[in-house]
């Protein structure tokens, strides 16, 4: 039996979350990422059962990955102020370091593999950010609200402008460039919208 080779597996995570976000999970074969790693098919075997299996290993590594970086150093002892500015800069950062793993994770969100990979992400978001938006609302820095509420207001202006970032271009064509100057001035509003 064939030894795993560590460089080789990074390699092969790599190509295939460009491979996905490219090619979609219709397009994308084992064949396409072997040769896209300039590997044997044979080779991806040692590695993954099949193609279900490298999506799904893949994507719990990566959504793993990404959901540590938005949650490092959060505290839900946070004042709501600091928290939410705590998790903007989390997730900006999280977001604009790994464009194509956010893509992925986006794909695998509306795709089939979404029970599987989100059942744990989703948990512990709720146990961190569900403690935070309790304690913030005990202690009246906000009103109560559903966490879909939360969420669209508190994140959906962040998740837009990085999407435009990474597109390059903003509603109209417009050439666009996140900078801090338009982050932070966005998450005043954001923050001004839930003040009671």
Request: net charge neutral.
């Amino acid at each position: 039996m064939r030894i795993r080779d560590v460089n080789k597996i990074e390699l092969v995570k790599e190509k295939a979350v460009a491979l996905l976000v490219k090619v979609g999970f219709e397009g994308f074969t084992m064949a396409k990422l072997a040769k896209s790693c300039s590997i044997s098919v044979a080779t991806l075997y040692i590695y993954y059962k099949d193609k279900d299996d490298l999506i799904l290993q893949i994507g719990l590594e990566e959504t793993k990955k990404i959901s540590s970086m938005m949650l490092e150093g959060f505290d839900p002892e946070f004042s709501f102020a600091d928290g939410l500015r705590h998790q903007w800069k989390n997730r900006a950062k999280a977001m604009l370091e790994n464009p194509l793993t956010c893509q992925m994770i986006e794909q695998l969100r509306t795709s089939t593999y979404q029970e599987k990979i989100f059942e744990t992400m989703t948990e512990t978001f709720r146990q961190t950010l569900g403690v935070f938006m309790e304690r913030a609302v005990a202690k009246g820095e906000v009103d109560a609200m559903p966490m879909e509420t939360y969420w669209s207001v508190a994140f959906g202006p962040l998740y837009a402008l990085v999407r435009f970032h990474n597109e390059g271009r903003s509603i109209g064509g417009r050439p666009f460039i996140l900078t801090d100057e338009i982050l932070w001035s966005s998450f005043e509003l954001v923050l001004k919208a839930f003040k009671k």
